[in-house]
């Protein structure tokens, strides 16, 4: 049975080339980085030249990139060290952010670390940036504003330096989660008023288990861990040596393919949004799926029948292997939180399916979906 993987928000395969870089470090250049001898050398020159790379397509300073375990680690490490280590007690973030978030400051809310405030959403699902200002505006609290650049739930992408400039104007720690968009567009940190951004590799077809945080040298944290000198004393553990080479090999693909492959990308998903218009008469674009978005990501939204209630398990069983919401949330037998916020009276009668694109998909492959859902929608 022919499998088609329309699912590449949740992670993506690993590029050839990808591997090809990774492979030495798995097999003979396996010396531990710390140590002095040449086995050590020639692995930390690959680390360090790794994290140049990176920091130059980012825009940043080498010494602001640390290689972590990916967006999760990132995420957490930030906002803790923000509360922690930055003096601030109040937190700003939206209903619809990636767990790795929101349950991260709903437990320093939770154990009194620091007061939480969500900034409300248009009704497109964009942050209302008018109540972010007002939110900021109404307190002299040290406050970690903490949002999404993509949602990956339905890619509604936010206004970088628009938040950048409020953090500014209030001095607020500003904190951007980047999972979604780091690899898959161009970046320039350096011209953004942000002090942390995290971004995993196995969204760009990277290795999983690698990602960085972006720390602003002007501010200055305490260690992620403990117990080491590595990461330059941020981060103590021997590191994923060929997970960073993979990270940093992944990233210099994506960027050199961005104009063409974002192009591309684009016309799938514009050309999965009109097979679909054609084919049903009842559907939601969920978010702003043909504004601000992300070009990778397009999120349905079909009503409620005792026939569509199965469908994500019935194009499982046909070999489509799509999204009902997060992946890291798909064993959860509720409604996708970002769903809820979005429609918070009738979310319920709502199945919604995240179809998520990469340079390796066809419109042969669009054209197949849409075919089996008209069977079983």
Avoid: W
């Avoid at 803790?80 to 978030?101: K, P, Y």
């Avoid at 949004?273 to 397009?298: C, H, M, P, Q, W």
């Amino acid at each position: 049975m022919q499998r088609i993987y329309f699912d590449n928000a949740a992670t993506t395969a690993l590029d050839a080339q990808v591997l090809d870089a990774m492979m030495p470090y798995m097999t003979e250049k396996f010396g531990n980085p710390s140590s002095i001898y040449s086995y050590g050398r020639e692995t930390k020159m690959a680390i360090e030249n790794a994290r140049k790379s990176v920091a130059k397509i980012v825009h940043a300073n080498p010494g602001e990139i640390f290689f972590t375990s990916g967006g999760t680690e990132s995420s957490n490490t930030a906002i803790h060290a923000a509360v922690r280590d930055l003096g601030c007690t109040r937190i700003i973030s939206s209903s619809i952010e990636h767990h790795a978030t929101l349950h991260t400051v709903e437990y320093l809310h939770k154990t009194k670390q620091a007061k939480l405030e969500y900034v409300n959403l248009t009704t497109n699902g964009h942050i209302d940036l008018q109540h972010l200002d007002a939110l900021l505006a109404h307190s002299s609290e040290k406050t970690l504003v903490t949002l999404m650049h993509a949602n990956n739930e339905i890619g509604n992408l936010l206004d970088l330096n628009a938040v950048g400039e409020l953090c500014r104007k209030y001095n607020a720690i500003f904190h951007c989660d980047m999972v979604q968009t780091i690899g898959h567009y161009p970046i320039n940190l350096h011209d953004i008023y942000i002090h942390f951004a995290s971004s995993a590799g196995h969204k760009f077809h990277g290795p999983k288990g690698v990602g960085i945080l972006y720390v602003n040298e002007e501010i200055k944290i305490q260690p992620m861990l403990n117990g080491g000198s590595q990461e330059r004393n941020m981060r103590a553990g021997t590191e994923n040596l060929y997970g960073i080479v993979g990270y940093a090999k992944a990233l210099e693909i994506a960027t050199e393919g961005y104009e063409q492959d974002s192009q591309y990308i684009q016309g799938l998903k514009n050309y999965m949004i009109e097979k679909l218009r054609t084919t049903f008469s009842d559907i939601l674009l969920n978010g702003d799926a043909e504004g601000n978005s992300l070009y990778t990501v397009l999120n349905i939204g079909f009503p409620l029948t005792d026939k569509s209630d199965m469908v994500l398990f019935n194009l499982d069983m046909a070999g489509i292997c799509v999204s009902g919401g997060s992946a890291c949330s798909s064993g959860a037998n509720s409604i996708s939180h970002v769903i809820q916020a979005l429609y918070p009276q009738n979310a319920a009668s709502i199945v919604p399916i995240r179809f998520s694109f990469s340079k390796q998909n066809t419109k042969e492959e669009i054209d197949i979906v849409v075919d089996k859902l008209k069977i079983m929608i």
